[in-house]
């Protein structure tokens, strides 16, 4: 059996292009609609300042000049009824109103909208899988962190560095994950440029601190007790760092010992330093995966896309980070137009498909390798539509991705490159109903920008004269 992808060009209706409701492109957009406006609010909160510390000033340089002038000859200067009566006046309530402008909180108003737009901000957990996602590219792209830090990213518009401060933060994060590998490559890269000179509000010792340990968690003992021992030049009394240097100089003396008196055979059988760079998550393809992703791959389809939005159920998963929504024929004119157009190019009753799915990835967006159909293990899967399995696959690519996003096919080394206005369609069955392995794919993180597409899944209910059964199990 021969297996396909049929790619197609197709005009998508301008309303359809640009969808209104709320996606993740869309939410990082409208934060930085509001840090616009948190800056609008902090300068009029420091133009208050300056106001007020401006009346304060003159007001000091007018008593200044007066007091020095009285000094000179106190009983002459009271001696006179008009400085007598303003010397009361001043002290009995011009001074008390120079206090209550000095006590004025002109943080009011900045404050109030700092309070207000904060509902919006993101969280902790935000911030952490932003960081994550900067470590899937960089696995995905082989990019490395020097690289990543430079903002050297192709397609960019907005170039962008990282400080020191920032690679310390992506390490912390991986070391919070037990992500031992990519907390020691960003702790080196914070090392780099601090010794460069970069002036940083983090220190050497916190990050050695951090990098050491990671350096020892993935067996490299000779490398720890370097770092440890540069780590006390810098700080002799870090309490940490002193235990970890008695524990890895115990550690390698009595791996000495055990290799003198060891036979060559028991030598051999030590244990190995653990391998670096394999994820936690690591899937038997992704080596292969990620090869396509870089573009590496065997076959390259050279227009248009493929890559598939959600399976059925709408459930948060770290191998899906996209937003998504639903949208029926009935909603819209336009979207009954589309359901049509594919069930004019395909042959196929769109009756009992899904409704049709809008998707936005942003970057680091992604969706690992999957299969749309339900196997045979999963008679449950799509029991509640009552159509039967997924047939098949109709997507759209509504924007154009400045890098990365492509969808790869790794059974069959294949790889398909964004392109606005174009769509892919592949069966996901044989005709004997039969599901095709061979159709697993994934869609690759979006590198820089962001990736829009549209996908409609039909199903085998009402596609009996259309598309006939075999007999033949793989046909």
């Known amino acids: 059996m021969i297996w396909y992808i049929l790619i197609i060009g197709i005009l998508l209706p301008q309303s359809l292009a640009h969808p209104g409701f709320f996606t993740s492109i869309g939410q990082m957009t409208d934060l930085i609609h509001t840090e616009k406006d948190l800056v609008t609010s902090l300068k009029d909160y420091i133009k208050a300042e300056e106001d007020k510390l401006e009346q304060i000033k003159k007001w000091a340089e007018k008593l200044d000049r007066l007091t020095s002038t009285a000094t000179k000859d106190p009983e002459g200067f009271v001696g006179h009824p008009v400085n007598a009566f303003k010397?009361?006046?001043r002290l009995n309530t011009e001074w008390s109103e120079l206090e209550n402008l000095v006590l004025k909180d002109m943080s009011d108003g900045f404050i109030s909208n700092l309070t207000i737009q904060r509902q919006?901000?993101?969280n902790d957990e935000d911030q952490v899988g932003a960081a994550k996602a900067l470590l899937r590219l960089q696995d995905t792209y082989n990019l490395d962190t020097d690289t990543i830090s430079k903002g050297n990213l192709p397609g960019v518009k907005h170039k962008s560095f990282l400080t020191a401060e920032d690679c310390f933060e992506l390490g912390k994060v991986a070391y919070t994950e037990a992500d031992y590998y990519h907390t020691e490559l960003w702790m080196e890269q914070a090392l780099r440029q601090l010794d460069e000179g970069e002036i940083s509000t983090i220190d050497k010792v916190s990050v050695l601190d951090y990098l050491s340990y990671a350096v020892y968690q993935q067996g490299d003992l000779d490398k720890a007790l370097l770092l440890t021992k540069k780590l006390l030049e810098l700080d002799p009394e870090h309490q940490r760092a002193n235990g970890n240097l008695k524990y890895f100089e115990y550690i390698m003396a009595k791996e000495k010992d055990v290799n003198k008196s060891a036979s060559d055979d028991?030598?051999?059988q030590k244990t190995t330093p653990k391998k670096k760079g394999v994820a936690v998550d690591y899937l038997p393809e992704r080596q292969k995966y990620e090869m396509l992703c870089r573009g590496e791959g065997i076959k390259m389809l050279s227009r248009a896309t493929v890559h598939d939005p959600e399976t059925g159920k709408l459930t948060t998963a770290q191998y899906r980070v996209s937003k998504s929504a639903w949208l029926s024929g009935y909603e819209n004119p336009v979207v009954s137009r589309i359901n049509m157009r594919i069930q004019d190019l395909t042959g196929l009753d769109v009756s009992t498909a899904e409704e049709l799915q809008v998707a936005n990835y942003g970057v680091g967006g992604q969706y690992e390798p999957h299969f749309d159909f339900a196997?045979?293990?999963?008679?449950?899967?799509?029991k509640e539509?009552?159509?039967?399995?997924?047939?098949?696959t109709w997507l759209f690519y509504m924007s154009d991705v400045s890098a990365g996003g492509a969808?790869?096919?790794p059974e069959v080394g294949a790889s398909v490159w964004p392109k606005k206005g174009t769509a892919v369609f592949w069966y996901n069955l044989f005709a004997s109903g039969e599901g095709d392995y061979s159709t697993r794919h994934a869609a690759c993180p979006v590198l820089v920008g962001n990736k829009w597409v549209s996908n409609k899944w039909l199903h085998e209910r009402g596609q009996e004269f259309r598309r006939p059964c075999?007999?033949?199990?793989?046909?």
């Open 87 to 89: 010397l009361m006046k």
């Open 120 to 122: 919006y901000f993101p």
């Open 266 to 268: 028991q030598s051999d």
């Open 375 to 382: 196997r045979k293990d999963e008679p449950d899967a799509f």
């Open 385 to 392: 539509l009552g159509t039967g399995n997924r047939i098949a």
């Open 407 to 409: 969808t790869v096919f």
């Open 470 to 475: 075999t007999l033949s199990e793989l046909e």
